[in-house]
Structure formats: C-alpha cells, structure tokens
C-alpha cells in the first residue's frame, strides 16, 4: 500500500506562485504514473497533470497549460507541481494520486490507484 502525503498548499494572490509536493512511503513510486487532481467546492475531482514513471510523458489540462509543470524525483520518491500565473479559478483542494502501471494509460480519478488527503490551495483576486 502506498502512502501519498501532500504538501505546499496555501493561500496567495493571483499570478502569483506556489509548488505542490507529493512524497510517496514505497520505493515502487518509480514503476508508478503519479497525477495531480483537484476538487472545487461543489464541483466533481477533475484531472490535472500526470507523469510518467520515468517522466517523459506529460499531460495537462487545457486550463493549466502553459502555467502548471508536472515533474518528479525518484531518488526522493516525490512528485512537484509548479504553479505560476494562479487565477482564482484553480481554488482547490489538489490531490496527488498513482496509477500502478508505468506509462499514461489514462487521466481519469477512476484509473488512479492510490490517493493522498489533499492539500488546499486559495487564490485571492
């Protein structure tokens, strides 16, 4: 069982910046493609980012292109997501999840494996 702790959440004005961090407990975090996800109050969990095992796969949503980047350290057994140019639309709680499988098969919540509890993240205007 794997253990996804998340951590970096906090409050900040729009455009400004904030890095997630996600440390998993097992060292098979490096066969895994780990993901980001969010939830807004009301709304449904929606998918972020995803990387592959070996980070040469990324995946965006289209609303956070160009301003969000996905990336991962298997030494550290963590997975970051920069956040720069933050609207008061990405306010969520953002959750960092693993699919078992190696290479990005999907970006749904359903096809993740492992969750952590979320960590929340505020942008003011």
């Known amino acids: 069982q794997v253990q996804l702790v998340e951590s970096g959440g906090g409050l900040v004005q729009a455009g400004g910046s904030l890095r997630l961090s996600c440390a998993a407990s097992?060292?098979?975090?490096?066969?895994?493609?780990m993901g980001w996800f969010r939830q807004a109050p009301g709304k449904e969990r929606e998918f972020v980012a995803v990387?592959?095992?070996?980070?040469?796969?990324?995946r965006y949503t289209d609303s956070v292109k160009g301003r969000f980047t996905i990336s991962r350290d298997n030494v550290k057994k963590t997975v970051y997501l920069q956040m720069n140019s933050l609207k008061p639309e990405d306010t969520a709680v953002y959750y960092c999840?693993?699919?078992?499988?190696?290479?990005?098969?999907?970006?749904?919540?359903?096809?993740?494996?492992?969750w952590g509890k979320g960590t929340l993240v505020t942008v003011s205007s």
């Open positions: 990387i592959s095992w070996n980070g040469d796969t990324t």
């Open positions: 097992e060292r098979t975090f490096n066969n895994y493609v």
């Open positions: 999840a693993a699919d078992k499988r190696p290479v990005v098969v999907t970006t749904t919540p359903d096809g993740m494996d492992y």
